[in-house]
């Protein structure tokens, strides 16, 4: 009997929903459900307040990890940005006016700031000094091995910070690679050879080992990058070659991937070419092309999804999918910028600061 009911109720309610509900809604044609997916998975682009000073370039954009704030400093000024509040504030000048200086946040949460140029490349810096969020004050501190701008630097596993090449003084012999220890402020010099070179790409793979790829040659043949590409092992404390590139190529950009895996992308003759790095095998092999020639002038940022985020100059953007090896047009940044500087907030969206156009602008991309 119950299941006669059962099967009574279940019929009824199948004829209410087939005779009597609402007709089925128009659906839209295909290239408009495509066109309104691509609107909601590629992001979309926000100007926020304008940075209290301007940065034409040469500045360095540091997230703080501890409270989510990011430090902007250059020779024009210092000063940090709540992109909670999207409010600026002043912080004191650095010590050393300086700019392609490098930055890096320390385990302590303090910033190093290492080297730079003063107001030309002929005034280049040894000098180091640290930024400490917690009493918004700067300190001088040990000055690296050898003056130099224009350099790349990475932290290590051990806490140290690895300095690489860029622009030095070519009338001395000077250590084109340093190791420098914040809580000593000493600096020991690796072994092995690494060829002078500055704009170089750094990244710190998961065995702690470092990855470095191409650069400027700038003080043995100024016309040309280099596609040399090394390694440097923190347990040994020197280089080995670790390969070339397909494409010559500086001022770009090497992100590791979840995967392990290494993208390279963009820079000075890297035009559209892509290129991936497989630390388990050694080897080097080419990956999907961009859409757009990637100018010198242009950044690439890793998102929590493992996506990589890159655009060029005037504001083409794409997204790079490692799980399908392809990219993905994103909407174009609001503003151009000639030399941008970007990093990943908290919040998962990528802070832009920066420009030659106009220095002041500030926007930021939600994926």
Known sequence: MKTTRWSLLLAGLASIAGGCGPEEPVQAPPAALESQKSAMTTGTWTSNASSLNSHPGGHTLTLLRGPGDVLVADGNGAEVYNPYTNMWRRTPAMTSRRYHHTATELPSGKVLVLGGQSDNWYNLQSSAELYDPATDTWSPTSPMAAARANHTSVLLDSGKVLVIG????????????????PDTG???IPGGQFWPRSGVAATVLYSGKVLVTGGHLWSTDPGNSSSEANLYDPATNSWSFAGLLSQARHGHFSI???SGLVLIVGGTDGGSTVELYNPYTGLFSLGPP?????TPFFSATM?????????DGPGNAALYDPSTNTWTRTPDRTHGRGVPSATMLHTGEVLFVGTDINPSTVERYTR
């Open 256 to 258: 590791r991937l979840y």
């Open 303 to 311: 998102l929590y999804t493992g996506e990589v985020l890159v655009t």
């Open 290 to 294: 961009l859409f757009f020639s990637v």
């Open 166 to 181: 860029g622009h030095m003084p070519i009338y001395q012999s000077w250590p084109t690679t340093e190791v420098y220890d």
């Open 186 to 188: 000493t600096s020991s």
